[in-house]
């Protein structure tokens, strides 16, 4: 069965930067593109971007754009998210979801930014 | 930017159906997909390219697209189907997606 497994929860300084994994199964990983959404506390989801498994192409929310990074490693069939500057408004749960309209999606990772 | 834009809330009796609506210029041309989140849980498919349901989703849940409006359909409603509801879709290029700002379905 299809699965995606997060890393675990992170707490980080304003300034920092967060890499989370998402370490798929159950498929052909280079067959399908990984989505990243993140949610705030309380509010609706936001569309980070989204990166193919296959060439490693990469569209990101112009929001985030400087910001974020994407990459997959198909050694391990685990996709990567890393935001870098990170603001107490970062402060959200994190999902990767497969392919750009996210029919499995993984558990979330909570990352808190808090001085 | 491009926006989607969902009714905050809807409010149904057991049994009833619930119709929950969601704009967008390019709506005509890019798919529309649903999605159910309940409180603490990741979102799940329920809809995808404006009107298939995946497996395992109830025949309840359907979805229809008319101009640029698109419209999740859950005939019906028990208890259980109590969640927010997210429609996603892509810009006009297709390269840039987003979600609607999400609906609340209150069964009462």
């Known amino acids: 069965q299809v699965q995606l497994v997060q890393s675990g929860a992170e707490v980080k300084k304003p300034g920092a930067s967060v890499k989370v994994s998402c370490k798929a199964s159950?498929?052909?990983?280079?067959?399908?593109?990984i989505s990243w959404v993140r949610q705030a506390p309380g509010q609706g989801l936001e569309w980070m971007g989204w990166?193919?498994?296959?060439?490693?192409?990469?569209n990101y929310a112009q929001k985030l754009q400087g910001r974020v990074t994407m990459t997959t490693d198909t050694s391990t069939s685990t996709a990567y998210m890393e935001l870098r500057s990170l603001r107490s408004d970062d402060t959200a749960v994190y999902y990767c979801?497969?392919?750009?309209?996210?029919?499995?999606w993984g558990q979330g990772t909570l990352v808190t930014v808090s001085s | 930017s491009y926006e989607l834009t969902q009714p905050p809330s809807v409010s149904v009796s057991p049994g009833q159906t619930a119709r929950i609506t969601c704009s967008g210029d390019?709506?005509?041309?890019?798919?529309a997909y649903w999605y159910q989140q309940k409180p603490g849980q990741a979102p799940v498919l329920v809809i995808y390219?404006?009107?298939e349901r995946p497996s395992g989703i109830p025949e309840r849940f359907s979805g229809s697209s008319s101009g640029t409006t698109v419209t999740l359909t859950i005939s019906g409603v028990q208890a259980e189907d109590e969640a927010d509801y997210y429609c996603?879709?892509?810009?006009?290029?297709?390269?840039?997606?987003?979600f609607g700002g999400g609906t609340k379905l209150t069964v009462l």
């Open positions: 979801a497969r392919a750009a309209h996210g029919d499995y």
């Open positions: 159950g498929y052909t990983f280079t067959s399908y593109g």
């Open positions: 990166i193919s498994a296959y060439n490693g192409n990469t």
């Open positions: 390019a709506l005509p041309k890019q798919y």
């Open positions: 390219k404006d009107s």
């Open positions: 996603q879709s892509a810009d006009s290029s297709g390269t840039i997606r987003v």
